[in-house]
């Protein structure tokens, strides 16, 4: 039997090495979470040939059941899912199984998102522009044990951390809006006309105007502009 080139170029025989060598293990063992079967099968698609994908989910009940019946290496997980969003995932799984392994991955780059799910127990946090190859590679690295972000998502960490980002004010503010309201913010301060959002939202702009009033006074602010400049030294947008 050939031997691997580390172990020959440690000297090791060929006798001495068939006594100690460990039976090889079988890929990692993923579980998707996400509530867009297309996505889903994207992501299979790219991981697939290097990750055993032995489950997958579209919102929070399925996603407790799949994980606590596969117990995979690295849980897939999705921020926003039907049923209470990934965090209620995280607590629910976690109260059955609590050194399971989630790594966040979603289209969402808010502080909010990212520091709630971490806050919840997920051992990091990608978006969904990441490639196969380097999803394949923080899955690995999620499953050895190290925390995985995505290099602007650190940033929010480790702002949270040091006091930058005030998360239990963040936190409490925006507990005052819906989640829909919370949408309407988003969109509106990141430069979207009403005409826009309500695309988006598959609203009518008159719905996106009685949000964002609603939004305003919420927030004890005057104008697009205030909520803009909020949102984003809240690292929101």
Do not use: C
């Amino acid at each position: 039997m050939t031997q691997p080139d580390g172990l020959a170029q440690a000297g090791a025989s060929p006798a001495a090495s068939d006594e100690t060598t460990q039976p090889a293990r079988g890929p990692l063992r993923v579980v998707v979470v996400d509530d867009h079967a297309m996505f889903r099968t994207g992501v299979k698609a790219e991981i697939g040939r290097s990750l055993d994908v032995v489950g997958e989910a579209e919102d929070v009940e399925s996603a407790v059941r799949v994980v606590v019946a596969t117990h995979p290496d690295v849980v897939l997980l999705d921020v926003h899912l039907p049923g209470g969003g990934g965090v209620e995932v995280l607590r629910r799984v976690h109260e059955r199984e609590p050194d399971q392994r989630f790594l966040a991955l979603s289209v969402s780059d808010a502080a909010e998102d990212v520091i709630g799910v971490i806050r919840g127990g997920a051992r990091g946090y990608v978006t969904k522009s990441i490639s196969g190859p380097e999803l394949v590679d923080a899955v690995r690295r999620v499953a050895e044990g190290d925390a995985v972000f995505s290099p602007r998502l650190a940033g929010f960490v480790l702002d949270a951390f040091s006091g930058a980002i005030d998360v239990a004010a963040v936190d409490e503010d925006l507990d005052r809006l819906s989640v829909r309201e919370r949408e309407v913010m988003r969109l509106i301060a990141r430069g979207y006309a009403y005409k826009e959002v309500a695309k988006e939202l598959f609203i009518s702009i008159k719905t996106v105007e009685t949000h964002v009033s609603s939004v305003l006074r919420k927030l004890q602010l005057s104008n697009r502009h205030q909520l803009t400049r909020w949102a984003t030294d809240r690292r929101l947008v």
